[in-house]
Structure formats: structure tokens, C-alpha cells
């Protein structure tokens, strides 16, 4: 990326590049049954930061990697991110009517279509993988595909949703509960955005995973803090959900004031650990400061 | 397959073989939450005919292929069945109690943990494919995760299901429609089935694809008269399903006589398709005719 571009500008270049990809890659009324392609195009392209496209994008230059194989990738990865969260809104999980300022797709189509565009948006991001485009060599895309499915399945983002619905009705004393929770459900994806970047050009992805770890629990403390203190208004979803669920987070077992030390350690960690790749991870470096001072 | 064995005989192993690759690919409680290793097991090791992976298994031994290799494409097709059975049983979908004389995922269990389950499954389905122990070449196991997501998303399954919702309500005169839903519905994974053993062993694909689109026809107007003519003491699941939705069937259209016709037609045609591999097919043809006797 360009050595002066803000990351406003960086992240909202890779917004818009990101769903352009999607909006060819998303099917259209001739590749699927319209209501369903609606609803994909709905859940996928709807108002979002694209952060794990920015990941895979900032990761990737990293290594000279060729824009266009990083956009595939970062738009697979919406597709599985944009999945979970259709899932996730439905009646029998966390049952949100508004997303992003929007009703849920569940509450703008019906429960039916929502799981329905839900399993097609993950089946698409395998597709979209496998293709050739997304890497001329078949073992990098085996690669990729093969650690999406571990991070997207049972010992990742799946794993770690079903031990966050466990958590409502159980007491959780240990923030050690809560991060080996947070790494499956939000980590495992910003892992993979990081290391598909370090894949992608065959670098070396260990300081990399390093960064998504820490960027990833930053993500979720400073979410846990804007569920505490923000309002629907300014962050177009509900609020103060975890504390009527009863689910513990890490503003209750650190309080506010440690919560938010934590979320500043965890910054940076992140930071510290691109050192390796010195100017080139500048946009990578202020999107960890970023996460800590968001307020949406 | 030894060419003595019958048809029973040959379900019978290939659904236990099917099951004992399953098992070890499933996840337990080492490599995922307790709760949702269970469930996953539940809906993949439950009763069931294991009919995908029998097609895999015998158009792959036209070729010679591997064993070991067409049994990991099978436990593969089985977790995306699995998952699509889930999701359809649920309370926004089918809404249905009983499936294979037990209760459905999310009865035995609950919603949330029966749609992130399917939601495992269905990822666990490309990370077996893209894993080297399903063929030592990588083009081969992209090729396998490229058609598999094919025919399981939007254009497929995924679609498939979304047409049989909507014919719910809306009027249908046109058995061309009905053929097109359940070409999408079900017909995808049966080609599947087939086509991945001409895959898997470098074969030609057409006659097994001409097999398999007469297979998946003959087997979804059985399973027509099946609901009107069964009970739920001999299926194992209700049945006059479709009467009560109001949804066409290829029974309502034709006629129960008229149906009995087609199903006849059908197995015809995916008997002839096997001209090209003469005796060899022996088993796959005896399958076709076994669909029309079928009493569950």
C-alpha cells in the first residue's frame, strides 16, 4: 500500500475494492434462486468495515502478493464472516433485530432464507477458494481452503459460538475462559486473515499470527466496552445485551478501568509483534491503535 | 466391489466402512466443544441408507480407484446430507419431530446447537476434501472441493431448498418445474456422488452424470409415493408431509399411477446409462431398481 495513505483511506479503499470482487462472486438471479441471491447479496454487502478483507489485504503486501488474489481471499473470508453473523442473529441464538443499523436478514427476509443464504454464503467461500483465480499454484489453494474450514469449523469460529452460548447460563470466574472463548469465536478468522496474507506470498506467518491474536482479543474487549457504554443510536445494533444475557465479559471480570489497560496491552502486543516487517506493516500497526479508540 | 456380493450386502458395507471413516474424521471432545462433537455425531452416525457414499464407492471401483480414497469423498458428501437434514428439520424449515425413527437434531438437542452443528458439518465436508489422504494429487481434491461447493450452494442444494419452499405457495402445473427443484434438491449430491468417482479416477464422467440425474429423479418421486402410501411406523419420520403444506408432488401431478409410470421410466434410464461399463455396474444398476421397490 501506498506509504501515505491514511487508514481511513486504506481501510475504505479495501472496503470498496472488497465488494466489488464480492458483488461478481456473490450469485445474481441467473445462478440462484432470486430471493436467495437477494439475501446473500443483502447479508454480504450490506454496511460493514471489512476488516478481515483489510487483513488479508495489508498482510499480503507484506509479501508483494498481487492485489487481486488477496481481494479473493478477503472475500471468502466475508462471505464466511457475513454467514456467521446471519446465523448468529437468528430467534434461536442471540435473536438481534437490527445489524448495522438494518434489520437482521432473518428480520428483512424470514428464518428460512436467513439459514438457507447463511450455508450458501459458506459454500461460496470454498468455491470461491478452490478456483483457480484465487491462486495459480492448486497447493496454495489447498491451503488456504484447508485453513479456512479450520478456523470457520468445530475447533474454531463454530467451536467457539457454542461455547459463548454455553457461557449465558454458567458462571465464568477466569478471563482465561473468556480468551480461549474470544480466540475461537472472533480469533480464528482474524488468525486466518493474517496468516492467508503470509500463504498467499510464502512468508513466514508466525509474527503475523502473533498480531491477529492480540488484534483479535483487542477487537473483543473494546466490543465488549462498546456494549457497556455505547447506544444503539451511534453503533446501529442493540447494546448492553451480554449483561441481560448474564454472560460474562471482560469489562465484568477486569472492571471497566482494567478492561480497558487490557485492551491497551493487547494493542501493543500487536504492535510490537510486526517489528519483523518494520515501515511496510505501518496501516496493520494503527489498525491495532484504531480498534482500541473505535466507537462503532 | 466382488461381483457375488448383493446389492444388501454391498449398502450394508459400504454404510459401515462410510461410518468407521466418519468416525475418525468427526470431531470428539479433544478438538471440539462436548456439545457440539455430540451433536455433529449425532447427525452424521445416525440410522441411515449412507446412498451418496454407495455411489461414490461404486463409480469409483469402475475405475479402479483406491478404496480408502472414494470412502473420504463419501464421509465428506455424508457430513454436507447431514447438515442439509439438520437445517431442513428445523422449526423454521420442516418444522419435523422424528427423522430415522429418532428425534431430529435440534428435538434431541436444541436449535441453536442443531444449526451450528449443520454449520460444522458442512465446513467439516471441504476440510476432508482438501486434506492430501483424499487423493495424493492437489488438483484432484481442488477439483472435488470445487464441484462439491457446486452442487451444495446456492446453484444447487441450497437453491433446491429454497424453490421446494417456495412451491409451498405457489401453484404448480408443470412436472418440468418439480424436475427442476428436484434436480437442484437432491439431484445435485447424487451427481456428485457419481461424478467424483469418474474424478477420482480420471475417468469419463458423462454416462455416471446420465445415471445419476435418473437416480435422483427416480428417488425423489419413491419418496413422493412413500408419503402418501407409508405410514410413520414403517418410514421412521411423518409423512402426508407434502399433502398437508399444499405442495405439488410428482404423485399430485401425475397421478399415483401416473408417478409409478415415470419412477419405472426412470430406472430404465439410469440402467441404460451404464451401457459403457458393462457388468461392472452391476451393483449401481441394481441400485436403481432397488430405489423403485424401496419401502423407507
Redesign the interface.
Known amino acids: 500500500m501506498d506509504s501515505t495513505l491514511s487508514l481511513a483511506d486504506a481501510l475504505a479503499a479495501a472496503a470498496s475494492r472488497t465488494d466489488a470482487v464480492l458483488a461478481g462472486l456473490l450469485?445474481d438471479h441467473d445462478?440462484?434462486?432470486a430471493?436467495?441471491?437477494d439475501a446473500?447479496r443483502y447479508a454480504a454487502l450490506g454496511p460493514g468495515k471489512r476488516l478481515r478483507p483489510f487483513l488479508v489485504i495489508e498482510s499480503a503486501s507484506l509479501f508483494d502478493v498481487p492485489l487481486d488474489r488477496a481481494l479473493r481471499v478477503g472475500a471468502a473470508l466475508e462471505c464466511v464472516h457475513a454467514?456467521s453473523l446471519a446465523?448468529d442473529d437468528?430467534p434461536?441464538?442471540d435473536d438481534d433485530d437490527l445489524r448495522r443499523r438494518r434489520p437482521t436478514l432473518h428480520r428483512a427476509f424470514?428464518?428460512?432464507?436467513a439459514?438457507?443464504a447463511?450455508?450458501?454464503l459458506?459454500?461460496?467461500a470454498?468455491?470461491i477458494l478452490?478456483?483457480e483465480a484465487t491462486h495459480p499454484d492448486?497447493?496454495h489453494?489447498?491451503a488456504l481452503?484447508?485453513r479456512l474450514?479450520?478456523a470457520?469449523?468445530?475447533?474454531g469460529m463454530?467451536?467457539g459460538?457454542?461455547?459463548d452460548?454455553?457461557a449465558e447460563t454458567r458462571v465464568i470466574s477466569e478471563t482465561s475462559h473468556i480468551i480461549r472463548i474470544q480466540n475461537m469465536k472472533t480469533g480464528a478468522l482474524f488468525r486466518f486473515a493474517c496468516e492467508a496474507g503470509a500463504l498467499l506470498g510464502d512468508g513466514e506467518a508466525a509474527p503475523l499470527r502473533q498480531y491477529a491474536d492480540h488484534f483479535g482479543l483487542a477487537f473483543q474487549i473494546s466490543d465488549d466496552l462498546l456494549d457497556i457504554e455505547s447506544t444503539p443510536g451511534a453503533l446501529g445494533k442493540a447494546t448492553q445485551k451480554d449483561r441481560a444475557k448474564g454472560k460474562a465479559t471482560f469489562a465484568d471480570l477486569l472492571g471497566v478501568a482494567g478492561a480497558r489497560a487490557e485492551l491497551s496491552r493487547q494493542v501493543d502486543g500487536a504492535v510490537a509483534a510486526l517489528a519483523p516487517y518494520g515501515a511496510r506493516a505501518r496501516l496493520l500497526a494503527e489498525a491495532a491503535r484504531y480498534i482500541a479508540t473505535r466507537k462503532s
Chains 1, 2 share one sequence.
Open positions: 450469485p445462478h440462484a434462486p430471493r436467495l441471491a446473500m454467514y446465523h437468528l434461536a441464538m424470514d428464518e428460512a432464507t439459514i438457507l447463511g450455508d450458501a459458506l459454500t461460496l470454498f468455491e478452490a478456483d492448486a497447493g489453494r489447498l481452503t484447508r474450514a479450520q470457520a469449523g468445530g475447533a463454530v467451536g459460538q457454542v461455547l452460548i454455553e
